[in-house]
């Protein structure tokens, strides 16, 4: 008997009604986007607010630029565009606009990972995390459901610095509570255990939990944590983890290099160093298909969160 | 409110003002034995008008002044002339000039936002600065204030795919308060302009894209004050004033030579260029 999660919106969308929300009350929040304001529903923000929503075509260096004039000035500019788009070809524009001034620039950066499906390689976002995560002083969130998307929205709001929110296309399961806490660089513990600890993040929450609950009908009790904030990550928490259960499964939407899995090895190798397995998308480009068929080709699923289960506890 | 407004030098004064920033100029990139003197000295007229000629309303006592006209450089390899107006107008000691470039000097190589007072966004990494400023312009509109914006690029910089994605932006959201300035020295680390990758029509092309444009003789203090004011005048579209510079101008042997768009000059070279400088 698989574990089944009820199936909520896309993060997207409880981005752009979280946008929508937090501009009600704060006029100082603007939104810039490069010609996917219906994809990345900035357009929620937009149509409320034209005088603060700059649509300003397919342009992602200058929207970071603008985005980094606006800061300067006060203003707390989001930008939306596909993570691809947005990381890649706003990067030079990112580092010296927004990470080396220290400014107030929120990234969001839809249609993450390869779950966007169809469109293919070139819109897949593969390599954001890594990007994101090599920009001194940005925050780095990749939130699991649209409910901790909500808490993400207003927490990057209340933090004063650069942050990147990765949104998703698909429908995301829930996984948690509507009033759910999200502080960003606390990781959530979703269930508790003592046999191994799940990090995941993203839609790989999900599969975490449903990995999880297999392996208790096995006997083996898996911790799992909702790493939502890759950068700062949750140190604590993983050590904690560390010596109370002593192995670690890493799952993520991303490539092998530079995302979820280095900031966990990097940690826990300088606080209480314990095996790892990794499941992600390992050093390659994935291909047009449904999202639940790439997933499952590319190996990030359930069943693959399970066999690096097996694999790290004959290693432990 | 800033002194520049209340009294305005002369001509004549400004052209004082320009060359003890020339002497600035030099001294600070032979002290650093490293620095841009060609695309430095292009540029002293353009930001000796902005400075000193009653243009940006600013003042040193309070660079977050929110209501102070921001002035973005974007060709940063071009601020040793930026810090010498600085100092000059009091932002920070003219002692403080000569550690340009120095380990602990806030006089960074580039300019680098949040590092000395007066500086209004981090630059080098060419072609960033007129995306900079649509956002200050368009901040000044959201918040009701009447800054104006002014950024100076420069030609060879405008080879940059960026600066067209702006120079689009701009006009389409009418952002009059912004004035583009490009220092046109014709020359780029590798050569001429001309020979690498001609920008030619180049006033054209900024009319193509519905900009205001005025081309003016850059080292003529008169015509740069006059572009600068016609800048002011009302209408729907931002203005970009084209000044045709001499790269290296004020210090002959640097003047159209290459080799000085990145190299200091020598303990003799800098008492040759200072001799020239005289008051």
């Known amino acids: ?316 | 409110m800033a002194s520049a407004l209340s009294a305005v030098p002369s001509v004549h004064e400004l052209e004082g003002i320009a060359r003890s920033l020339r002497r600035h100029i030099v001294r600070m990139i032979a002290a650093a034995n490293s620095g841009h003197p060609g695309g430095s000295l292009s540029a002293v007229e353009i930001i000796t008008a902005l400075y000193f000629g009653g243009v940006l309303r600013h003042d040193p006592k309070r660079p977050d002044w929110p209501d102070r006209d921001r002035f973005i450089l974007s060709k940063g390899h071009g601020v040793p002339a930026q810090y010498a107006a600085l100092a000059e107008s009091g932002y920070f000691p003219v002692s403080e000039l000569t550690t340009l470039r120095q380990v602990n000097s806030r006089l960074q190589g580039h300019p680098v936002q949040g590092s000395l007072p007066g500086i209004e966004a981090s630059t080098g990494s060419l072609g960033q600065g007129l995306s900079i400023g649509i956002g200050h312009a368009i901040a000044a509109r959201l918040d009701g204030r009447h800054y104006r914006t002014y950024v100076l690029l420069g030609d060879g910089e405008c080879q940059e795919g960026q600066v067209w994605e702006a120079a689009l932006t701009a006009p389409n959201y009418e952002l009059s308060t912004l004035t583009a300035i490009v220092d046109v020295n014709r020359y780029q680390l590798d050569g001429a302009v001309e020979d690498i990758n001609s920008l030619e029509p180049f006033a054209d092309k900024w009319r193509a894209y519905r900009w205001h444009v005025l081309v003016i003789d850059g080292h003529d203090l008169v015509a740069v004050l006059n572009a600068l004011h016609d800048a002011r005048e009302p209408r729907d579209v931002p203005t970009c004033i084209l000044a045709r510079t001499v790269k290296g101008k004020g210090v002959t042997f640097m003047e159209n030579n290459n080799e000085f768009h990145g190299k200091a000059p020598n303990k003799e070279q800098l008492e040759v260029a200072l001799s020239q400088l005289e008051e």
């Open chain 1, 1 to 316: 008997m698989t574990l089944t999660l009820p199936m909520g919106r896309a993060t997207r969308e409880a981005y752009g009604d979280a946008l929508l929300e937090l501009g009600k009350a704060n006029r100082d929040i603007v939104a810039i986007d490069a010609d996917l304001a219906k994809s990345t529903f900035s357009w929620t923000f937009g149509k409320h607010y034209p005088e603060r929503f700059f649509n300003i075509g397919i342009q992602e260096a200058n929207m970071v630029g603008m985005a980094s004039g606006l800061a300067s000035c006060g203003k707390i500019p989001f930008i939306s565009s596909f993570a691809a788009f947005a990381l890649c070809k706003g990067f030079d524009q990112l580092r010296m606009g927004a990470a080396y001034p220290h400014l107030n620039v929120k990234v969001a950066g839809s249609h993450g990972g390869i779950s966007i499906g169809e469109d293919g390689v070139s819109q897949m976002s593969v390599e954001d995390v890594a990007l994101a995560c090599a920009l001194p002083g940005f925050i780095v969130c990749i939130p699991a459901d649209e409910h901790s998307m909500t808490a993400a929205v207003h927490a990057a709001v209340r933090h004063d610095g650069p942050v990147y929110l990765r949104l998703g296309r698909p429908k995301a399961p829930i996984v948690h509570q509507r009033d759910v806490r999200l502080e960003l660089g606390r990781a959530i513990q979703l269930r508790d255990g003592d046999g191994l600890t799940i990090v995941a993040n993203g839609l790989l929450v999900a599969q975490a939990l449903i990995a999880a609950d297999r392996l208790a009908e096995r006997g083996v009790e898996a911790r799992v944590l909702d790493m939502h904030t890759i950068k700062p990550i949750d140190g604590d928490a993983l050590a904690r983890a560390s010596h109370e259960t002593g192995a670690f499964v890493v799952a993520e939407e991303h490539l092998h290099h530079g995302g979820l899995g280095s900031a966990v090895a990097l940690s826990l190798a300088s606080t209480a160093p314990a095996p790892i397995e990794f499941v992600d998308l390992g050093d390659r480009y994935a291909e047009s298909g449904k999202p639940d068929d790439l997933l499952k080709k590319y190996g990030m699923t359930a069943d693959n969160i399970l066999a690096a289960a097996d694999r790290v506890l004959a290693r432990k």
